[in-house]
């Protein structure tokens, strides 16, 4: 374990040094599109090399949720499926709890190639296609989410899209059902969401929707949460249950509005040109240990939600469910949020949007 934590130090310094790099390097992007971003190349394919090559390669892959979180716990079963399929020829190296840094940055290192793999956020800059998943109120449940997430058509819209900005999207997964929570006062309908201040992570989809409902926000990052909200910079936030228990913010939250108004992707992402070279089985390998991580989390997630939501509610938070009436004038006030994407910011197409429309209900 030391020997662990002192490989995630070295690590986090060699992205430091290749970040700053970047920083003082080069001429400033101006495109507002991250995805058409002209500092990610595609990645080239490759013709894969034997498997009995005799190399070793190691994958340093981030996140930044504790040990605990069900994502790290799947990522065991991640790092042990790819390690026995390989015979340890491919060694998986996890790096939670953002001490590589936050994901923004993470993801930055991992386009330049100093990290391998990443898990989360934001998903503007993997594949501004994500956001289909993102849309307020779209899907019902965990099982609608993945008929879109395992679609072939959908995943190819995604994919090419992210290679395009130099990475791969090895699986897409449930990332968690999005609740609110504030210090301040229980919410039954949007009109008591006017004048909060809401922290958010820097995506559009969350921002655009906490300022359709009447919410200010702010954006930073999630390790400084937790004080934000203790000393009263922000009023509340949002997150899925098993993020609100596993920062503890539920001990400086004692509003929870049950909602589920956003259901967000897992996304599993590697550099591309390192995926793309390593040899054919270890690609296949890695893509079903992907899809292993990503049913493990779902299933764990959808156990934890349930266990998390209870001790909260127990150690005195008022946890409110809106009724289906009520639930409606949230969905009815976030209207605006799908033609934002479509037409203003055009992210993706309506026929798009209508697609994975119909695989979350079913059609």
Known sequence: MKVKKLLSLILAGVMMLGLLAACTGGQTQQSQAPAQSQAAEPAESKAAEPADDGKTYTINLGHTMSTAHPRHVALLEFEKYVEEKTNGKVQIELHPAGVLGSEPEMQESMRMGTLEAFVGGPFDTISTKLNLFLMPFFFDNQEALMRAAKDEQVLSIISEDAEANGLKVLAIGDGGARQITNSKRRIVTPADMKGLKLRTPSIEAITYCMQTLGANYISMPLADVYMALKNGTVDGQENPIA???????????????YV????????????????????AEYQQVLTDGAWLFVETENKLSLENAEARLQEMKDAGCDVY?????????????????YDHFVNELKYFTQEELDLVKSLAEGK
Do not use: G, S, W
Request: aromatic share 14%.
């Open 243 to 257: 993020t609100i228990y596993d920062q503890k913010l539920h001990e400086v939250q004692p509003y929870i509005l």
């Open 321 to 337: 469910t809106p009724t289906n009436e009520e639930r409606q004038a949230f969905i009815d006030a976030c209207a605006p949020v």
């Open 260 to 279: 589920n108004y956003q259901y967000h992707p897992e996304v599993m992402t590697m550099n591309a040109k390192f995926f793309n070279d390593l040899p």
